[in-house]
């Protein structure tokens, strides 16, 4: 490789996060569409990706945990025969992996098992979902497996971020290959939550406080609405909103929008707040100014 050349590879590597290890986990299944098309899409945007989830669909069980035991029925969509063991893999991939347990357990199988054997080191980040259906407000967040994961990870360490999708259904990996309205939307929820990573982990890290994740939501993209990702605006929210609480001062106010109904908005309008990871609450206006200041142009302001 010529010396110009060779400079110019390097750059593009450092612009386009080459070498940045990325976890992946849900709590709908290893085998589920939305997973797989979001594994694809960090993939050709340059990141590498470990794949660690339930082997089967493990919504709404928030932040539980469990020793993982040997399948006593197939995995999800019949990907793996009864009598699997606990843990397993792709026969052709093997970083995208299952784990017979609840996510908190898939994610910390990635985290402190297969990252440190399939990467050399921990991951830098931990991308949960997106999930099949929207997490929003207290108490939905409170039973979230896919906002579980994510708190988990923080919790160990690791930055992370809970994304989760309207107008998606449980369908399996296979129907990508023929796309219809619901695997569209996949293929649609990936890209964007890679323009997410993307924007968040431009410069150099921390790239959030110690015990902090975020809570993404996504309204349903529709055949007549919000088919692209170039269409939706991503808003700095809360989790539960409050007028008597001061957050941190954006689009000329203090008190931000909740995110239940930014999402229920008509447009393409994506919820982003910040939480603190062991109460799943929202945190304080400090702490939303260094993920805003992070974030900078990439966040909008409602009209």
Not at 136 to 161: R, W, Y
Not at 199 to 222: D, E
Request: with cysteine; net charge negative.
């Amino acid at each position: 490789m010529h010396l110009l050349t060779s400079s110019v590879a390097l750059l593009s590597c450092i612009n386009l996060v080459c070498s940045t290890n990325i976890v992946l986990t849900n709590d709908d299944g290893w085998a589920v569409a939305m997973i797989r098309a979001q594994n694809s899409a960090l993939l050709e945007a340059g990141y590498d990706v470990i794949l660690s989830a339930p082997a089967e669909n493990e919504s709404g069980t928030g932040s539980s945990t469990a020793t993982p035991t040997e399948l006593e029925e197939p995995c999800e969509f019949n990907t793996c025969p009864t009598g699997s063991p606990a843990e397993g893999f792709n026969a052709s991939d093997p970083r995208i992996n299952y784990v017979n347990s609840f996510p908190v357990d898939a994610v910390r199988f990635g985290i402190q098992t297969l990252a440190p054997k399939l990467f050399g080191s921990v991951p830098v980040f931990v991308v949960s979902g997106p999930n099949v259906g929207n997490n929003l407000g207290t108490g939905t967040v409170d039973i979230s497996g896919t906002v579980g994961a994510a708190c988990e990870a923080a919790k160990e360490g690791i930055p992370s971020t809970a994304f989760s999708a309207a107008g998606l259904s449980q369908v399996s990996f296979t129907d990508l290959s023929n796309p219809d309205a619901d695997t569209s939307a996949a293929f649609v929820f990936s890209q964007l939550s890679v323009n997410f990573v993307d924007a968040l982990l431009a410069s150099p890290p921390p790239f959030l406080p110690p015990g902090i994740s975020i809570n993404v939501n996504y309204p349903a993209s529709t055949s007549s609405s919000c088919t692209s990702p170039s269409e939706f605006s991503f808003i700095l929210t809360r989790i539960a909103p409050s007028n008597s609480v001061t957050d941190v001062e954006t689009c000329g106010t203090d008190h931000l929008p909740g995110e239940s109904s930014v999402v229920a908005m008509n447009g393409c309008f994506a919820s982003v707040s910040v939480m603190n990871a062991t109460t799943k609450a929202d945190v304080d206006a400090t702490t939303q100014a260094f993920v805003l200041n992070r974030l900078g142009d990439f966040l909008s302001c409602l009209p």
